[in-house]
């Protein structure tokens, strides 16, 4: 992968915050506030493939659905060619969605039971009017299934009657519809077997090839995001405590959490000694107040320091940047 250093990102995503308000059950109480995601920054350069995790509830699905507006943004910013896509509206947001499609964690409730392959694929050309004429989008939508791997005898089937991994094809046929930069791919392979996971990754290797897509990959399953990704980002408690090339995060990881994460790896060999860290303590509550470092009440190294203020991402050499006192200068 080249330096990212010198090019520009097509996707500015700057101080990323979503906050959920909680109705209390009490009458008269304020609702509380909970922290989904707070203060995130990321730039998404073209053609790679920028792996997200972190452990559940940690707010990566979040990060994704924010971006593409299924959730309201409570503040910051996603930039795409030069503008805030939370800024525009009716066509120009219309025009802009084209290039930034999503596919979903569960490859069956993301699928219209009602209607069969031919139109789930069909959908989002009719809904953009890319083609008019039923013959041509036909071959348009019979062109995209043989392209991850359907065929012309799936076409007038409905979603229960096709595999955990026919379903999720048929999910990345109908984000493929219409050409996009940008593919949000959340959990993607999760929900299905081990065997079949290996041939939708590589199904999602060929197809980024061929069409010059970026993804932005969230999961959390180390394995498969070291498989695919260019650079990684670590997320804990809606913040991104360390982000940097995919080889650097697992020859030399910075910030303690996302060293307990890695030590969680199996060791390649069974003669391999391999020391276990366990962050030990309660994982701080994402709602209410929040004050000092998330990972403070369970991090072997934390100071004083770490108890009052929140350690921002910082570079500390070559694109690696963690956010943790450790490893910042002031």
């Given amino acids: 992968m080249t330096n990212t250093d010198s090019r520009q990102p097509l996707m500015r995503i700057s101080h990323l915050t979503k906050e959920f308000k909680l109705k209390s059950k009490r009458f008269g109480q304020k609702p509380q506030i909970l922290h989904a995601l707070s203060d995130v920054s990321l730039d998404v350069y073209e053609g790679e493939t920028l792996g997200i995790i972190g452990e559940s509830g940690c707010g990566k699905s979040t990060l994704g659905r924010t971006i593409i507006q299924l959730h309201k943004a409570t503040s910051g910013t996603v930039e795409y060619q030069s503008k805030n896509i939370f800024d525009l509206k009716g066509a120009e947001l219309k025009n802009i969605k084209k290039d930034i499609q999503m596919v979903f964690q569960d490859p069956f409730s ?13 959908e989002p ?3 953009h009017n890319i083609i008019s004429d039923p013959k041509k989008r ?11 791997g359907l065929d012309v005898q799936h076409m007038n089937r409905y979603p229960h009657e096709f595999s955990g991994g026919q379903r999720q094809r048929i999910n990345v046929a109908r984000a493929l519809a219409l050409n996009p930069k940008i593919i949000v791919c959340d959990e993607p392979v999760s929900a299905l077997d081990v065997s079949i996971q290996a041939q939708v990754l590589n199904l999602f290797n060929r197809l980024q090839k061929q069409h010059n897509l970026t993804y932005i990959f969230i999961s959390h ?13 670590i997320m804990y408690l809606g913040r991104v405590v360390e982000l940097c090339e995919a080889g ?3 020859a030399n990881p910075l910030h303690p959490y996302t060293r307990a994460l890695l030590s969680a790896i199996p060791p390649e060999s069974p003669f391999e000694k391999k020391e276990r860290i366990v962050l030990k303590g309660e994982i701080p509550s994402p709602i209410g107040e929040q004050i000092g470092c998330p990972l403070a009440g369970r991090c072997p190294n934390c100071m004083e320091r770490c108890t009052r203020e929140i350690p921002t991402l910082r570079d500390v050499g070559d694109g690696h940047q963690v956010a943790c006192f450790l490893h910042h200068n002031d």
């Fill in 110 to 122: 993301s699928l219209d039971p009602r209607n069969t392959c031919e139109d789930i694929i069909a």
């Fill in 125 to 127: 050309i009719k809904v």
């Fill in 138 to 148: 036909q071959e348009r939508v019979l062109s995209l299934m043989r392209e991850v």
């Fill in 221 to 233: 399953d180390l394995g498969v995001i070291k498989h695919i990704s260019d650079r990684i980002a």
């Fill in 248 to 250: 650097q995060i697992y």
